[in-house]
């Protein structure tokens, strides 16, 4: 096996997009444009890049969500877009997602228990019993009770509703955890917990982490390597420190001069 | 200096539960050209405050007791009509989502020059040139005054509120979360564009954030609050270098720094109750 459990090469996406007053007349948005990129196993790559970047399409577009038009990713040493339907599927035990929005992203009609348990259920993995037994010690690994599978999503707060959302995305354990913002709607002592968390999980269970966001702040502290995103390209990446301390690209500059507060904590 | 604004012992409570207070007893004030920033986590009553001073609580909430004085006159039980007159004018105003606040079947222009011709009379040419000034002065070319919202990026979209809710000259700019929604690096622009209008119309800014390197960035004083109370108030040096508060200290331990120097804490609220609240 290779260093890399997950890398992309040559990833292009092109978006129509309506344009003009009334919407008549359409323009090609390049959302990926020729997108290199690799994680390390083990370890946290950070892609970063402000709104439009294309770093959610990259996402969503490495995980087979969304068709690409051109480029190879390969996970675990395989090709993904190879796969038929049903390898995808298997595929996909170990390439989990948890998202932005732990409001949106909870089906309110289902309880926390079935929630968690359906991906055990959808890979047909062990009986109900162990299937229990599973849940209640995910739940309980995340910082949520047995008590909690009994619960619908609007009876959690945000930050624990995220909580659920790692619970969901980790009971198949898969290798590879895409992190969409997963705290970007939550408050800054929700965020350290989350963070916290995430760093423990990845540790004890040899998770490999593609975390996307927009906070150079939450970056520094959770990801091994950076990817800075504009306008679909990839215009820098390299190790954390290294990136941070001496940024090459005026972009990247830029983008770190902008980070709040900074100015002040460097005087 | 004399205060612009001085609020005291301000209470807030739903009205169905007036025991249930949402603003607890806050006093602060603010001088002309200086910025106040109130930070706190959801659900700290910052918002509520701000609104509060405007006059615009939501209608199942009330001012319990307390009072506002702006400008040596207390803004507390003012007729809708008689505030009317007080905000736009004499307090400007900018909140988070600028697409929300401006009208997308009306050109910025328009919506510029609505509140000079509502507060000041202006109209015809003495209007097209003040609002023509008045976007300029924001960093928006004057020939855009004739675009729609939706043709405007959400930097752009922010910088035209900006020019509407200085329109007037207000001795107050009342900011809640303005860049939340934005970009860092429009965020940047957009905090350098208020300090430098804060500066140049010697205005006092009183702004809404919960994040701590915007209050590093733009803040004088900076007011803590947290479940409705504040907790510490002081110059930004004293609070975020020197915070005597141990939720401000908690606080402060979990927002993570660019340099990656400091190990992030998380809140223990259990042993902040035993300490001192």
């Not at chain 2, 070319?141 to 509120?161: H, I, K, T």
Request: aromatic fraction near 4%; charged fraction near 20%.
């Amino acid at each position: 096996m290779s260093e890399f459990i997950l890398s992309a090469t040559g990833l292009t996406k092109t978006y129509k997009q309506r344009s003009g007053r009334f919407g008549f007349s359409t323009t090609l948005v390049k959302a990926l444009d020729n997108v290199d990129i690799a994680l390390k196993s083990g370890t946290t790559l950070a892609v970063v890049g402000e709104s439009g970047s294309g770093k959610s399409t990259l996402a969503r577009c490495l995980l087979q969500l969304q068709p690409l038009d051109a480029g190879k990713v390969l996970f675990d040493g395989r090709d993904l877009a190879s796969l038929d339907r049903e390898a995808l599927r298997a595929a996909r035990r170990d390439l989990q997602m948890v998202f932005q929005d732990p409001f949106a992203s909870l089906n309110p009609r289902m309880r926390v228990g079935e929630i968690v348990v359906e991906g055990l259920v959808i890979h047909q993995l062990g009986d109900a019993e162990q299937r229990r037994a599973k849940v209640v010690s995910m739940l309980e690994r995340v910082g949520l009770s047995a008590a909690d599978m009994k619960k619908y999503p609007h009876e959690f707060s945000g930050g624990q509703r995220q909580r659920i959302g790692i619970a969901r995305a980790l009971i198949l354990d898969p290798k590879v955890v895409v992190c969409d913002e997963p705290v970007s709607a939550l408050d800054v002592s929700i965020q350290a917990q989350i963070l916290l968390l995430l760093k423990e999980l990845q540790r004890e269970m040899g998770l490999s982490y593609l975390f996307i966001s927009h906070d150079l702040r939450v970056v520094r502290h959770i990801a091994d390597e950076v990817a800075v995103m504009h306008r679909g390209r990839v215009v820098e990446q390299g190790q954390v420190e290294a990136l941070y301390a001496n940024p090459r690209e005026e972009y990247t500059q830029n983008l770190l001069n902008s980070i709040p507060g900074r100015h002040r904590q460097a005087a | 200096m004399a205060d612009l604004l001085k609020v005291e012992k301000l209470t807030v409570a739903p009205a169905a539960a007036p025991s249930r207070l949402l603003v607890n007893n806050v006093s602060f004030s603010l001088s002309p050209g200086r910025t106040t920033c109130i930070v706190g986590e959801s659900g700290s009553g910052k918002s509520l405050t701000a609104l509060s001073v405007m006059g615009l609580l939501p209608k199942a909430l009330q001012r319990v007791s307390g009072d506002i004085v702006f400008q040596g006159s207390s803004l507390v039980g003012l007729s809708n009509t008689q505030m009317c007159d007080v905000r736009g004018k004499r307090i400007g105003m900018i909140f988070q989502e600028p697409m929300t606040s401006l009208n997308p079947v009306l050109t910025i222009g328009f919506q510029v020059g609505e509140t000079l011709s509502t507060h000041l009379g202006l109209s015809g040419k003495a209007l097209r040139t003040k609002v023509a000034a008045l976007l300029e002065s924001v960093g928006i070319p004057a020939e855009r005054a004739n675009s729609y919202p939706d043709e405007l990026s959400g930097g752009q979209r922010q910088r035209v509120m900006i020019a509407m809710s200085i329109a007037c000259e207000p001795a107050m700019l009342i900011a809640d979360e303005p860049t939340t929604a934005l970009d860092v690096t429009v965020q940047a622009q957009i905090l350098a564009l208020l300090a430098d209008l804060k500066t140049r119309m010697n205005m006092g800014m009183l702004f809404i954030t919960h994040d701590f390197g915007v209050v590093a960035d733009i803040a004088d004083d900076v007011v803590v609050m947290f479940r409705g109370e504040i907790v510490e108030k002081g110059s930004v040096g004293d609070v975020l270098d020197r915070p005597q508060h141990p939720y401000t200290r908690a606080l402060l331990d979990c927002v993570p720094d660019a340099e990656g120097r400091k190990a992030l804490k998380p809140i223990d609220y259990d042993w902040l109750k035993g300490a001192s609240v």
